[in-house]
Nanobody, 115 residues
Framework: QVQLVESGGGLVQAGGSLRLSCRAS????????LGWYRQAPGNQRELVAT???????SYADSVKGRFTISRDNAKNTVYLEMNSLKPEDTAVYYC?????????WGQGTQVTVSS
């Protein structure tokens, strides 16, 4: 079992920034598949960004150049730095990791961007 706890969400004006954190209850050193997702009301959950053990990253087209995913293995934490936020970034943000072919999700953190 792995517990994931997200934090860092909040209300921000368009153009602002937020940094989300996701702390795992166990070491993430060897976990190759870590990601951030988001779900807006009425929409399906969508992939935002992923990072591997080698720190290779990938991003949804909608956030490229604005969001940065990173990991700190010593702190068992994955981060999502979000800049130039837009109202359409408003959603609940979730982190996910895959371990032994099982997906684990956090409880989510709300991000609201006002225009």
């Amino acid at each position: 079992q792995v517990q994931l706890v997200e934090s860092g969400g909040g209300l921000v004006q368009a153009g602002g920034s937020l940094r989300l954190s996701c702390r795992a209850s166990r070491s993430i050193f060897s976990i190759s598949d870590l990601g951030w997702y988001r779900q807006a009301p009425g929409n399906q959950r969508e992939l935002v960004a992923t990072i591997t053990t080698g720190r290779s990253t990938s991003y949804a087209d909608s956030v490229k150049g604005r969001f940065t995913i990173s990991r700190d293995n010593a702190k068992n934490t994955v981060y999502l730095e979000m800049n130039s936020l837009k109202p359409e970034d408003t959603a609940v943000y979730y982190c996910r990791l895959t371990l032994a072919r099982r997906d684990y999700w956090g409880q989510g953190t709300q991000v609201t961007v006002s225009s």
